[in-house]
């Protein structure tokens, strides 16, 4: 008896051992499957487990509308920026003050009351643009009144060193101190260093008045 006994008692310790072993076979397949099966209904659908990990999928979406606006401000304020710098430079570069600014002539008074053949030393203010701004300087200018229809005006300035010079009544004629340069009644030069005749201004006569315009450099070389 006790031999047929322990043959039932290990086969009951067998089928025992079987049943446990398939139960963890088939537990491990269903741990196993569980992560499988919700990385495939993550991957169908996102809102599942949220965009880049998230947890919650309306906390998730609502994080990167607030990235994209933030994105899309960034880049609008750096596009006002550059179209405020870009609109002046472009319109100092295609319509540069110089381009619309009209030659402006200076009011020196009657005609008249300069003597005729005698250069006089005339001041007088005129406005000068720089860039976008209008400056008032003082100049000067030796007129000499050749006839009641012409008028010579010389720029102040030898052009040798741009020294002033002045006109000497006994030798009749301009001369510059610095470096002894003479020029005539017509401007020319009589003696140097100086390379050319005396700049001149240009002139209008209008209803007897005379009127001053900007400085016309002269290109005689001195014989």
Known sequence: MEDQVKPSKELA????LGAAENAGVSGGLVGRAGPVRASE??????????????????????GMDRRRFYIAAIYGLWSLIGAAL?????????????????????????????????????VFRQNRKDGWRLLSEKATAWVTRVSDR?????????THLGCAYHWDEQKQNFLCPCHTSTFGLDGRVLSGPAPRALDRYQVRIEKGKLLLGSIVQRAEEIE
């Open 13 to 16: 310790r067998t089928t025992d």
């Open 41 to 62: 209904e993550h991957a169908q659908n996102p809102r599942v487990s949220g965009e880049f990990g998230c947890a919650d999928g309306a906390l998730c979406a609502e």
């Open 86 to 122: 870009a609109l002046p430079a472009s319109i100092y570069l295609f319509f540069p003050p110089s381009a619309r600014q009209k030659e402006e002539f200076v009011d020196l008074g009657e005609i008249s009351q300069f003597p005729t053949g005698v250069p006089e030393e005339k």
């Open 150 to 158: 012409e008028v010579v005006a010389f720029a102040p300035q030898c």
